[in-house]
């Protein structure tokens, strides 16, 4: 026997049901958490950057414009869906184009729309992400590709402020950082016309509206007080009582995604979802807490010899041919008894009756081969009688040959 001090210490199970269950649901929310983000994450992007966008806060960002126009008592909205572009349900579409970044069809643009040009170009603020560093003019070659977009045989213009503006909704002295950007063009109607050229333009026949100059709307330009209520009025003028402000923003990149994964884990297919996850944690489950190993499906014919006469038994029983097979049995047993007693081969049938009589009558017993085989040399009567007779030369036979088989 084993002493204590050399019995090796039982060790307990560190994984407790309840531990298995905490670590389950924290590894089920960990993964509905990473799925969460891989499908809003571009929702979840930063929007807040430097840049002439509906979310910057930067110098030629137009976020002051929004919170002027909400607090006027206009509906405001950022549409972050590129197919808002080509169609129109009443509301004014803001356009405020980047210096560089993608494009936009003007044909397929519906009105009506106001397109506001670029005219700054900045370095952003590593320590304030939020902001520029610096800004100065940008290129008149980068903002005439940005015009081309728009109408191809227009051109831009750089000129001194004009002072006093007169407009269709009055007159008022906006005041353009360092120079003011003007349009030149036979094809768009003027609209705002200063010396020079045009700061407001319309395409003809189309309720299309193009600001040359963004100071009068960034948030650089606003800050200034004749600039703002100069672009409260243009609003009021563009948007004719319809108080509805729409800021594109896919133009800059904001476009919203359209994922399958985003879409599987959105209403109305959010309930879809769940039921599927919740039928994979109940198979779980069940594969969790099932014992053992699980049965193998026994095969149609089992192996084995004893399966074998099993179904040889059961083909002659369908037959209907038990009783007939009395004299192949009587044969069977003779040639196992000449084997097993080591008779000559050469022995005809009789020759070897009359010795199993003799050698019977010798080992004394009572019965005698040719009565017992002669019972089986016809087809028996029925089944019964087959093994009655069968089972008696079996038993004569084990008696002759002292039980060996």
Known sequence: ???????????????????????????????????????????????????????????SGYAGLINMLESDGRAVTVSRRSELLHYSDGRLMVLTL??????????????????VLPKWSFLANPARRAFELDTRLASKDAVDAMLGLVEEDASLHRLRNPGAVDTPFGTFTPDFDHEMQVIKSDTLEEIIGVPGGQLLSKLPDRDIYVLSDPDLLNNFGLARVDNALMGLSLFAY??????????DATIHGFESSGSLLKTLLDIPFLGATLVALATMLL?????????GAPEREAPAFPPGKLALADNSADLIASARREARMAP???????????????????????EIAALLDRMGEQTGLDDNWSRIGGALSEPAHNRD????????????????THGNK
């Open 283 to 291: 198979i779980g489950w069940a594969a969790a807490i099932r014992f």
């Open 238 to 247: 563009l948007d004719n009582g319809r108080q509805d402000v729409v800021f």
């Open 385 to 400: 009688d087959l093994r009655h007779k069968a089972r008696a030369l079996w038993r004569w036979r084990m008696e002759m």
């Open 328 to 350: 192949g049995y009587l044969s069977l047993t003779r040639r196992a008894l000449a084997r097993d007693l080591g008779l000559p081969k050469t022995l005809s049938e009789a």
């Open 98 to 115: 980047p210096l560089y970044g993608r494009g936009f069809e003007i044909d397929e643009l519906a009105g009506p729309a106001l397109i």
């Open 1 to 59: 026997m084993t002493p204590a001090s050399e019995r090796l210490p039982e060790t307990t199970n560190p994984f407790s049901a309840r531990l298995v269950i905490i670590l389950i649901a924290i590894a089920i929310v960990s993964f509905a958490a990473v799925m969460a983000l891989m499908a809003w994450s571009p929702d979840l992007a930063r929007k807040d950057r430097p840049g002439a966008t509906p979310y910057s806060r930067s110098a």
